[in-house]
């Protein structure tokens, strides 16, 4: 198994930084009844005003060739096309446990 963490910095006022955030959480909680081999997601929105980073996913999948499969996907395509114009850093890991 592999998991997919990644942590997004965004852009704007605390309250539009929000509204983004919320409307991500919400297309990526949807993806695991879509895409096959997305075993799991779990998703958080920052809640310490003290940090920088604003949302962070873990998604778990089978294989490291899956998460491939997983980015590809046009409903991860669509979700991730919310940030455009918000998002002003990303950080990844994928470890296979």
Do not use: Q
């Amino acid at each position: 198994m592999v998991k997919h963490i990644v942590t997004f910095k965004l852009e704007g006022t605390p309250e539009e930084r929000r509204k983004v955030a919320e409307a991500f959480k919400s297309a990526l909680m949807a993806l695991p009844s879509s895409i096959d081999v997305l075993e799991s997601m779990e998703v958080g929105i920052n809640e310490n005003p003290a940090e920088d980073w604003d949302v962070v996913l873990t998604a778990v999948v089978p294989t490291m060739a899956d998460v491939a499969v997983y980015a590809k996907h046009p409903d991860h395509v669509a979700a991730a096309a919310l940030l455009a114009g918000h998002k002003s850093a990303r950080a990844c890991v994928d470890y296979e446990f």
